[in-house]
């Protein structure tokens, strides 16, 4: 466990922020001891990052990810969720991993889907999208 606390702009928990939210947790060693008390650290930290980041949060990344990557939202959603994306070391992650992916695919597929399937497949997405708003 770290000693040093990076300060609360970059989403860290200063030292003595850490120090009231493990003392009014109350944990005893039979609780998880330090290991849980890192855990629970992280996840306020996480909370932090997903308050302060323009209302955006890793859940809302996760959700739209498809779209920001394939440019198919607002620009005003796609600059909100890339700020997030830039800032945010799991969330970085998934859209590094979502590109890798990518990148593989294109270096693997040969030949393009017919139209007629991307056509359907894109009347079969906007249906699905109106239906779960």
Do not use: W
């Not at 109350?26 to 001891?33: A, H, I, S």
């Not at 920001?68 to 005003?76: F, G, N, S, V, Y």
């Amino acid at each position: 466990m770290s000693s040093q606390r990076e300060d609360s702009e970059s989403g860290r928990i200063e030292d003595h922020e850490y120090l009231e939210i493990r003392e009014s947790l109350e944990v005893r060693e039979n609780c998880g001891g330090p290991a849980r008390i890192e855990e629970i650290v992280n996840q306020v930290e996480q909370r932090l990052r997903d308050q302060t980041d323009s209302g955006c949060s890793c859940e809302e990344v996760s959700d739209h990810l498809f779209e920001l990557l394939d440019a198919q939202m607002p620009k005003e959603q796609a600059a909100r969720l890339r700020k997030h994306v830039e800032t945010c070391p799991h969330c970085n992650k998934l859209a590094e991993a979502e590109n890798h992916v990518r990148e593989i695919l294109r270096r693997s597929c040969c030949e393009s889907a017919p139209s007629t399937l991307r056509i359907r497949i894109t009347q079969q997405i906007a249906v699905f999208r109106s239906t779960t708003t």
